[in-house]
Structures are given as C-alpha cells and as structure tokens.
C-alpha cells in the first residue's frame, strides 16, 4: 500500500531564506508525482508534476526533484517571500495504488514572515 | 469557466439529512475526481470517472455517499443520512487524459458541516 509522508510538518522562516521540504513514499512504482499548494480555506493549485522518467522540474523559483529508488521528492523554494505562505501538499501516482488516483502525503505548513 | 467550479462552497446540515454537492469541471476534461479533506489532512481519494462511467469506487467509505455524472461534465456526489463524521471540505478535481494520469486541477471545495 502507497504511503505518502512530508517532512517537516511545518515550517516558520524569516523572508529570502532558500527551503527544502521532503516528501517521501513507499512504493517507489510511481507514474508521476505532483507538488500543490493549498491556501487556508482554498482548494489545491498544482505547481509542478514530475513523470516517473524525469528527474526534476522547474518553474519560477521552485524546483522539484525526483529519485524513485529512494521513494523521495524535494521541493526547493528559492528566496523565499511572504506570499509563499501555504500548506504544500506532496502526491504520488501509483501502479499499486491504483494507478488513477493521487495518494496525498498530511503538507507542510510553511509560513514566510518579513 | 476557466477552473473547476464546485457548489455550494458551504453547507450546514443537520444529522440524518440528505446533501447533495456539485462539481463542474473544466470544459473537455473526460477525467474527474472527488476527494475528501479533513482538518490538517491531506486529501482522500473517493471516485474517480472516465467520462459518464465510475472507473474506481473504491474510497466511497461506505453505501450513503454515491456519485454521478450523467453527461460526461457535471457531477455530484450525494451523502445520505449525513453522520457528524461526514464533515469535512469536499474537493472535485478533472485532467484532461483518458488515461486518468495526468495533471489534476482542483477546485475551491465545498464545506459540509454536520450538527
């Protein structure tokens, strides 16, 4: 069964710091996996999806990074500003979990103060 | 619209009663979904349709929650004899791949609140 998990759960840095957040998962089988952000009270807002045969993606100042055989994913925030705060929510597409549904891993809760 | 469109955004119901909550996805997307959010979560996966037909059922939690999609656009999910435990923000989401693989766009989500 596909487990998805992020680390850490929440995150609180002063503005123009680099970030990392981890997600992790247990089935490295995976179709693709997709990065979301979730403003408090709003749905999810994809920003970026990996395929299984990439190794990362880019867009603006976020970078995500793939490596299957480890079952891990990192998101990298660059210069980090206030407006980035959110929860960024990980999910994985599976061959195990059915290959059609999105296994979400609980966010983390990033919160950028100037 | 340009985005998933999902009414009503709130909904307070009582105990027992019957709920009905809609889903209208980006026009062309053959592939929708409804998950489940609860507080500090992430989402739960509840239905997934290719077109007018349920491909994977299999997170409904139980036979008072059932879904449609008539047409091949617009769904809704239906919970009957709602319980306090059905609270929760309800999320559809379409891609626009057949396969069901692709990118997922969500909408707003709508909030049920049982009493």
Same mark, same amino acid.
């Not at chain 1, 880019?58 to 959110?86: F, V």
């Not at chain 2, 009414?7 to 709920?19: A, C, D, Q």
């Not at chain 2, 396969?99 to 009493?115: A, D, K, M, P, W």
């Given at each position: 069964?596909?487990?998805?998990?992020?680390?850490?759960?929440?995150?609180?840095?002063?503005?123009?710091?680099?970030?990392?957040?981890?997600?992790?998962?247990?089935?490295?089988?995976?179709?693709?996996?997709?990065?979301?952000?979730?403003?408090?009270?709003k749905?999810?807002?994809?920003?970026?999806?990996?395929?299984?045969?990439?190794?990362?993606?880019?867009?603006?100042?976020?970078?995500?990074?793939?490596?299957?055989?480890?079952?891990?994913?990192?998101?990298?925030?660059?210069?980090?500003?206030?407006?980035?705060?959110?929860?960024?929510?990980?999910?994985?597409r599976?061959?195990?979990?059915?290959?059609?549904?999105?296994?979400?891993?609980?966010?983390?809760?990033?919160?950028?103060?100037? | 619209?340009?985005g998933?469109?999902q009414?009503?955004?709130?909904?307070?119901?009582?105990?027992?009663?019957?709920?009905e909550?809609?889903?209208? =996805?980006?026009?062309?997307?053959?592939? &929708?979904?409804?998950? /489940?959010?609860?507080? #500090?979560?992430?989402?739960?996966? !509840?239905?997934?349709?290719?077109?007018?037909?349920?491909?994977?059922?299999?997170?409904?939690?139980?036979?008072?929650?059932?879904?449609?999609? =008539?047409?091949?656009?617009?769904?809704? &999910?239906?919970?009957? /004899?709602?319980?306090? #435990?059905?609270?929760?923000?309800? !999320?559809?989401?379409?891609?626009?791949?057949r396969?069901?693989?692709?990118?997922?766009?969500?909408?707003?989500?709508?909030?049920?609140?049982?009493?």
């Open positions: 069964k596909q487990e998805v998990t992020q680390i850490p759960a929440a995150l609180s840095v002063p503005e123009g710091e680099n970030l990392v957040l981890n997600c992790s998962f247990t089935d490295s089988a995976i179709y693709n996996l997709q990065w979301f952000r979730q403003d408090p009270g749905g999810l807002t994809s920003l970026l999806l990996i395929q299984s045969s990439q190794r990362e993606q880019t867009s603006g100042r976020l970078n995500a990074s793939l490596d299957k055989s480890s079952g891990r994913s990192t998101l990298y925030i660059a210069a980090s500003q206030p407006g980035d705060s959110a929860t960024y929510l990980c999910a994985v599976s061959f195990s979990g059915g290959y059609n549904k999105l296994i979400f891993g609980a966010g983390t809760r990033l919160a950028v103060h100037p | 619209g340009a998933v469109s009414t009503p955004s709130n909904k307070v119901t009582e105990k027992g009663k019957y709920v909550l809609r889903c209208d =996805p980006i026009s062309g997307h053959t592939a &929708l979904y409804w998950y /489940r959010q609860s507080l #500090g979560q992430g989402p739960e996966f !509840l239905i997934y349709f290719q077109g007018t037909g349920a491909a994977d059922d299999s997170g409904l939690p139980n036979d008072r929650f059932f879904a449609v999609r =008539p047409e091949g656009s617009v769904s809704t &999910l239906k919970i009957q /004899r709602t319980e306090r #435990g059905d609270s929760a923000v309800y !999320l559809c989401a379409s891609s626009p791949e396969t069901g693989t692709g990118e997922l766009f969500f909408g707003e989500g709508s909030r049920l609140t049982v009493l």
